[in-house]
């Protein structure tokens, strides 16, 4: 039986109930958010040089982006390295740059054919 209820009983019965009687107790349960989590920022990142070096080889093919979609993807790129901090941007940028070079031939960086050892630019 609930004390609070027990209690109740005791005073309609007319038996002294102390003064600090607790308060009911409820249960309650905390419900953690779960399911969905934001897209981390080193995945964001990934997607974002992609995107850097697509632009890159498209000017190079004579596609000029504009400079307005190149400036907010360029702070884009920062802030997420921010994000994801320097010592694993790095890594991720050059292992990014090395996946597009073998998939697309296309360095990243230049946008050129080639430079799969690097960019001497
Ligand atoms: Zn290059």
Redesign the pocket.
């Known amino acids: 039986m609930n004390r609070q209820v027990y209690y109740q009983i005791l005073k309609r019965l007319g038996v002294e109930v102390p003064a600090d009687v607790p308060a009911v107790e409820t249960e309650e349960v905390v419900v953690e958010p779960t399911g969905i989590s934001p897209p981390i920022p080193v995945h964001c990142l990934r997607v974002a040089l992609r995107r850097w070096f697509r632009l890159t080889v498209a000017e190079v093919d004579g596609r000029r982006p504009g400079a307005e979609e190149v400036e907010s993807l360029r702070q884009e790129i920062l802030k997420l390295e921010d994000e994801t901090g320097p010592a694993y941007a790095g890594p991720v940028l050059r292992e990014e740059a090395r996946r597009f070079q073998r998939e697309t031939a296309r ?1 990243g ?4 054919l080639g ?1 799969d050892g690097g ?3």
């Open positions: 360095c960086w230049c946008g050129n430079h960019c001497e630019r």
